[in-house]
């Protein structure tokens, strides 16, 4: 009633021309203030339709009003025109620069697979179709640009050239972790963190101490299957990727905080679950138009659950860091080093338990899914099994644990995780960089070879589709466990070249550059570890007339099969 009164009154006011007392008479429900606030409302509508014709406006006050009238006054003000236009356009003009400044502008002649006309049937293709498109493009554009399109608009894939260029550049160039915080709505997920602490202390101190880790790490593989793995006296049905995933993570916070974290349960679920509960419930929250995520966000479970997974980490962790503190006591493990190397802010152990949670995130879902993968390999092609047994009883010592040389020593089973990763990398595309140089006006990066790349664009190299290039992996097809051992062994130069935690053109499943993964070395002892364990412990089988599982494609990516059974049987 009152918003019909009120236009009412708008009709009234724009023939109103020089002042004028304007009478409304009021019935019993009337709101004085809403029927002056309708009044008003109106008349600023009448101000913007205005524009441009009139220099001089008619503005409506309140006058005074009694039970039966509300009395009006409409004059002429060219004071409260300006503040009038400056109140529309500044918002406006405002919300249209941060709109421009933050689209994709599109390189003009780069293919964009599937067409123009197609990208947005293909940007939802490419949810659960990725891996063919990425491949498609390859072969189409014969490894040079070309874009993907993806829910996240088109990306462009780059030909490796352009990562060399790029490897080193800075962070508010060419940003490293803006396509993270994207892909996982890390501003209500939390997912993504732009702190250096933990890649500075991964990349020195635990690369550094790995010796001393290791053992610890291996007597916690041997607990955790323990406790974590069924007993398998017969053959039993065992979902790989859910129990690897248990294990890896209790494996993995030995190192980040010795048996006090990997021996609280508490934490170890919650290590887990802050990953899956920021990945799905960032795909939630993505369903939702942008304007309504930070209401929305706070109503999706998942994302209201990762409050919990931080206060589960500071319960697990503020104690032993302020002991420590108090104490003096030395330790090799993650949270040690990190409380060493943190400066300023960085010293609140609030901020140290938290990073604690983004380290996990790293860690833990992405060294579980390698080995899960590489059990499948093992049941689809078990002649492998006896060569890799005959190869680690060379390497173990007294107490069955693997030497500190034995990790160098494992060429068949190194090479066996690497052939099992460029079939089923986790990640289909790395190198995922946001351009946001902000030199330039127009904002652009521009290449050596004059190529410019628009800001805003998401740029990534197509890595499992340049290894299985036929020109670069003569039958790439073609699962060969121990082809890199092989390689290694015939030509010294590709002694590093052919290691699984190699980072060269052919072979970025730990991504390239200066933030490459600085825990592959870890990764890949840990991933050694348990799969001597495993094989020493146990044989295994798919159920008959079983294969090996596809991946679970989502977006760039490639996710083992966490439904799978396999047959295990303790040896
Ligand atoms: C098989 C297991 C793993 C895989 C496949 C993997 C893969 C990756 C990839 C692709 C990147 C991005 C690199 C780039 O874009 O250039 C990355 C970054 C990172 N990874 Fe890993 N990772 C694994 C295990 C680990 C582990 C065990 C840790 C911790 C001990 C870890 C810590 C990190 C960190 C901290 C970064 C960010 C680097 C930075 O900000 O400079 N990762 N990882």
Sequence with gaps: MALQRGFGALGISMIVAGDMIYKINLKDDDSILELVFWSRLSLFVAFCLELGSRERVNVLEYLSSNKTSLILSVHESAREFTFGIAAILIPLLWTLWVKWSKSQRLAPGILIVGGKSQRIKNRKAFIHGSRDILMEGYGQSGGDFYYVPSTLGERLMVPFWVLDEL??????????????????????????????????????????????????????IRNAFQDSFPKCNDWTEVPVVDRITQIVARVSSRMFGGTTLSENAEWVQASIDFALDGFVGA????????????????????????????????????????????????????????????????????????????????????????????????????????PLRQEYRNVLDREGRISKQGYLRMPKLDSIMKESQRFNPLLLVTFERIITEKLTLLKKLTLSNGFVIPANTMIGIPTHAITMDPGLYPKPEKFDGFCFAKLRQEDPSMEGKGQYVASNPNSMAFGFGRYACPGCFFAAQEIKAIMVFLLENYDMKFKEGQTRPLSLVFETQYLPDHSTLVLFKRR
């Design 283 to 386: 795909q939630k929250l993505k369903k939702i138009p942008k304007i309504f995520r930070p209401v929305a966000s706070r109503f999706i479970p998942e994302i209201t659950k990762i409050a919990g997974h931080y206060r589960a980490a500071e319960k697990a962790s503020m104690d032993m860091i302020e002991q420590r503190r108090r104490t003096g006591e030395r330790a090799s493990d993650l949270l040690f080093w990190m409380d060493q190397q943190a400066v300023g802010p960085e010293k609140d152990p609030k901020f140290l338990a938290s990073i604690l949670l983004k380290v996990s995130f790293a860690a833990i879902h992405t060294s579980a899914a390698a080995p899960s993968q590489l059990i499948f390999d093992l049941c689809q092609y078990p002649e492998y099994v006896e």
């Design 167 to 220: 490897k080193t550049s800075p962070v508010d160039k060419v940003d490293f972790v803006g396509t993270f915080i994207e892909m996982f709505e890390g501003k209500y997920t939390t997912m993504g963190s732009r702190s250096t602490l933990h890649p500075r202390v991964v990349k020195a101190q635990l690369n550094q101490h790995l010796p001393e880790v290791m053992p610890g790490v291996q007597d916690e």
